[in-house]
């Protein structure tokens, strides 16, 4: 499954790389105003299940442009986010990727996040590590928050201040090193994966944006919780995500939701 996924993120991947700068058709995701949609997303889905089906046509598949394809009681849920950065990408801004994560009875077993942008292909199986471009992958080792670098994304609905995400953002400017907002929760992931970034943060997110990054992360080494530090699912909006280190000094700032 995992040189499926591979296969799959590769080909989508350099599909979203040729097309930058190309979008024809914009538009508005379930009326959101901020939430967009272009033809290159769902030609890049397209591609990705094409490849998908080939291999293991009687699977499940939860796709963000075209939902759920429940066929049967299939083990095996393929989470796919064919471009991850689409407001980035219909700006030109090379930062975006692919994400292909494949569940089995609940649990995330492999995990593809491709930059085409870089070249950097991050992949991780259950139980077998995590690796960038086919290198072993460790998350960080910084110690304490205020020597971190964070990273963090808002929902579409930011207008609302959904969940106090704003004051997050604040508490978390005046406690870390420095926090950064790069547009593609799936890079972001990769990255603490990576040990570039210490942790993130994101209040609202799906699970075809989280499926393969998840698993990055515990397999490079890391914690992943919701606010509460309970266990992180996929399908329940938060994530909490860290080198392990800095976890406990995340949730608490993101209990202490005033801005102080
Ligand atoms: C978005 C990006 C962004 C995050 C949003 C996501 P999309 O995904 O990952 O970083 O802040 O919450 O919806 O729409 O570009 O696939
Ligand atoms: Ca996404
Ligand atoms: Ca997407």
């Not at 796709?63 to 950065?85: C, N």
Request: aromatic share 8%; net charge neutral; charged share 25%.
């Amino acid at each position: 499954m995992i040189k499926t996924a591979i296969e799959a993120a590769k080909e989508a991947g350099r599909f979203l790389k040729q097309n930058i700068g190309k979008v024809r058709d914009i538009q508005r995701k379930d009326g959101q105003e901020k939430n967009l949609v272009t033809e290159i997303d769902k030609r890049s889905e397209e591609i990705i299940i094409g490849i998908i089906k080939q291999h293991y046509p009687a699977h499940d598949i939860l796709a963000e442009e075209s939902g759920l394809k429940s066929s049967s009681a299939s083990e095996y849920r393929w989470i796919i986010d064919p471009l991850d950065g689409t407001t980035n990408f219909t700006h030109a801004l090379p930062v975006f990727c692919v994400s292909i994560g494949v569940e089995r009875k609940g649990k995330i077993i492999a995990g593809v996040i491709y930059d085409p942008n870089f070249d950097e292909l991050f992949t991780a199986e259950k139980g077998n590590g995590a690796l960038l471009n086919g290198k072993r992958m460790k998350v960080s080792r910084t110690e304490s928050l205020n020597t971190s670098l964070l990273v963090t994304g808002f929902p579409y609905n930011i207008t609302e201040n959904p969940d106090h995400a704003v004051e997050h953002f604040y508490n978390f400017l005046m406690r870390a090193q420095a926090v950064r907002r790069m547009g593609s929760a799936a890079i972001d992931m990769a990255y603490v994966a990576a040990g570039r970034y210490d942790g993130f943060w994101e209040v609202a997110l799906n699970p075809w944006d989280m499926a393969a990054g998840t698993l990055l992360i515990e397999e490079a080494g890391g914690t992943l919780t919701d606010f509460s530090g309970n266990p992180l699912s996929v399908y329940h909006k938060q994530i909490v995500a860290s080198n392990g280190k800095i976890q406990k000094e995340m949730l608490e700032v993101l209990h202490s939701t005033r801005i102080k």
